[in-house]
């Protein structure tokens, strides 16, 4: 059986209730072999690292850019992050910072206030050399341009999470060490660019991911008519992995064996730690 690695899901969201377990058992049998946890904000960074333990799992602590307005003292919010950075730097599980970035699709958020917040974060990265895993929504641009300036030149490693950007934003985001995160938005026939990208970019380009339970792929997603005559949104879950990847494997007319073992050692090197977690 192929093995993936979930780069990106939220297994602590609410949304998954009492069945972390079902899901986790899912995931496994489904060829998942490792999935990356990243916290949102201070308040889940135990939770993380705790579920990342309990089910075999890597983590990442970060705060999220929509998460700026509940950050009321930012600087005590990043003191916070440095310490149990500095805390879990030998946890082999705790494998980037994030989820960190920018995002300009939801009104309202503080546009300094958030940038501010994500060159501390991308400081802290630097000072504990660990990759990150970054929110791009409609800010591409400006999280290339904060990665330039705080890496000085030198490249990074970590993932442009849910990539939806241009062919000249990707290879921007690659030739500063990136990986592009490709997930359940793939799937759909109307995302003509993420199409194109998939199958005009190296394999070595991309990394898989859920986001679950967010971004269902096709097959999960429900119409807001569909939702207004009851059907519940579908929620995502890791065990969708393997069937995001044979999209991938099918417009780039390879077999979903490549894709599993070119995306894994992509994880890897956008991640080092996960080598080993993977081995054991």
């Known amino acids: 059986m192929p093995v993936f690695i979930d780069t990106h899901c939220h297994l602590d969201a609410v949304e998954f209730g009492s069945e972390a377990a079902q899901v986790h058992a899912r995931s496994r049998a489904a060829g998942v072999a490792l999935c990356v946890i990243p916290a949102v904000a201070v308040s889940n960074f135990e939770t993380v690292r705790a579920l990342a333990h309990a089910q075999g799992d890597a983590f990442g602590l970060g705060i999220h850019p929509l998460c700026t307005p509940q950050a009321a003292d930012a600087d005590a919010d990043l003191d916070r992050l440095e310490d149990a950075l500095a805390r879990h730097a030998e946890d082999p599980r705790l494998v980037a910072v994030g989820e960190i ?29 660990l990759p990150v895993l970054l929110h791009v929504r409609r ?47 793939l799937t759909f026939e109307r995302a003509t660019r993420l199409h194109d990208l998939a199958t005009q970019l190296p394999l070595s380009a991309f990394v898989l991911e859920t986001d679950a339970p967010d971004i269902p792929p096709r097959w999960l997603y429900r119409t807001r008519e569909q939702r207004e005559a009851g059907q519940p949104q579908g929620r995502n879950e890791p065990a969708e992995l393997p069937r995001i990847a044979q999209v991938v ?25 996960l080598a080993a977690l993977l081995a054991a």
């Open 101 to 129: 970035g920018l995002d300009y699709f939801v009104p309202g958020l503080d546009g300094p206030a958030q940038e501010r917040l994500f060159r501390r974060q991308l400081q802290l990265a630097r000072r504990h050399d």
């Open 139 to 185: 800010s591409v641009d400006k999280v290339l341009r904060q990665l330039r300036e705080v890496g000085g030149g030198a490249p990074w490693r970590g993932i442009a999470h849910a990539f939806v950007g241009s062919r000249q934003q990707a290879q921007e985001c690659l030739a500063l060490g990136l990986k592009l995160g490709l997930g359940g938005a």
């Open 249 to 273: 494997a099918e417009l780039r007319g390879i077999d979903v064996a490549e894709v599993a073992g070119a995306t894994t050692r992509n994880a890897c090197e956008a991640m080092p730690r």
